[in-house]
């Protein structure tokens, strides 16, 4: 069973500050890894993609790969309340089945 | 990134009954994708939709129960067949492009009375 495993939250923090993300998956065999963000009500959203160790940045939002350790995980600097959603970390092994974590909800407080 | 719509966006169905759902891009995909979300839960791919051959099923998820067509590469449909109270749920299409990256239509809520 390939799993993806996330911290299911709330999450809370502040306004302004940094939301912290993580997940981790067990194939070993996998190659991509994309962050989504999902609102009440909505289908989920791609925010970030990465294929290589180390960081990928993209606005407020830093995408942190560690093959060796099987963990992804997602900063948001700068927090704003229009942060506040579920965000799904999903995992490409061979072939092109993503497969989903569980889901973080994040609420930021103003 | 591809434009995608599905129709319907909602709909409310009884028991024993069949839904169809739509899903359109704007652009030639090769892969397209069927998911479910299930109330509070996270997203469960039901099939790949190939063009021109048979889907492919994931693990629980049979032909009978949720057929799929793939007549060309921007269309695919979805039938929810002989539907029960635990077919409720969020219904999504999505699309590989550049090779890697998928996007998702706007969902289909199906509630099932």
């Known amino acids: 069973q390939k799993e993806v495993e996330q911290n299911s939250g709330p999450l809370s923090v502040p306004e302004g500050a940094i939301a912290s993300l993580n997940c981790t998956y067990s194939d070993r065999g996998s190659q991509s890894f994309f962050w989504y963000r999902q609102y009440s009500g909505k289908s989920p959203e791609l925010i970030m993609s990465i294929y290589s160790n180390g960081d990928k940045e993209d606005g407020r939002f830093t995408a942190q790969l560690n093959k060796a350790s099987q963990y992804v995980s997602l900063l948001i600097r700068d927090s704003q309340p229009s942060d506040s959603a579920t965000y799904l970390c999903?995992?490409?092994?061979?072939?092109?089945?993503?497969?989903f974590g569980g889901g973080t909800r994040v609420l930021v407080k103003p | 990134s591809a434009v995608i719509s599905q129709k319907p966006s909602r709909d409310i169905c009884q028991r024993g009954t069949s839904l169809t759902i739509q899903c359109q891009v704007d652009?030639?995909?090769?892969?397209m994708f069927w998911y479910r979300q299930q109330p509070g839960q996270s997203l469960t791919l039901i099939a790949t939709?190939?063009?021109?051959?048979?889907?492919?099923?994931e693990s629980g998820f049979v032909i009978d129960k949720f057929p799929i067509s793939r007549p060309n590469l921007t269309f695919s449909t979805l039938t929810v067949s002989n539907m029960s109270p635990e077919d409720s749920s969020i219904y999504l299409c999505s699309v590989e492009w550049r090779d890697n990256e998928q996007f998702f239509g706007p969902g289909t809520r199906l509630t099932v009375l």
């Open positions: 999903a995992v490409k092994a061979a072939g092109n089945k993503l497969t």
């Open positions: 652009s030639q995909v090769t892969m």
């Open positions: 939709a190939n063009q021109g051959s048979e889907a492919t099923y």
